[in-house]
């Protein structure tokens, strides 16, 4: 029988200068999903959650999905691949949205690794500089940031475990 952890984020020592990684999957944003992070985050501005506002009083005569919502989402996919196993997100060093997004509209991300620089104060860490991308389903860049994050050195980083044994899953026979 064969155990198979999925990877989630990496170490310093996987990053290489100018790799991508291509986040999987995609995720259809919704007027729902749109409305709801709206009103979480108190941005109640009618561009985002009044149809007839957008259709009669905006350049782009419909609602345009909230630019937060769109970074946090291509942020969150790149998670698993690139930072789901990292110490910090130090800075997000740039962020701009290329085009609009609608309701409706199908995102998709690819980060690519532009610096690695090993710390100079803890043998056991670095940090990564990359730059993701967020693209709609027409393959148009509508999201842009570039982050530092801090990484574990393979190493020193703590161990994966769960709270639970192999025998309390699967019984010990």
Known sequence: ???????????????????????WPGKTITEYDDHLFC?????????????????????????VVVGNLVYSLVLGMSVPDVSGSCIANLEVESLSHKKPTFHGDTIYAETRVLDKVESKSKEDRGVVTVETKGFNQRGEEVCYFRRKLMVWKKDFAPARQRPYTEADAWGAG
Request: glycine share 6%; proline share 4%; aromatic share 14%.
């Open 1 to 23: 029988m064969a155990v198979h952890d999925r990877p989630f984020g990496r170490y310093y020592e996987d990053f290489d200068i100018g790799d991508v990684y291509k986040h």
């Open 39 to 63: 009103m979480i985050t108190m941005n109640h501005h009618p561009l985002h959650t009044n149809a007839w506002f957008a259709e009669h009083e905006t350049v782009q005569g419909k609602n």
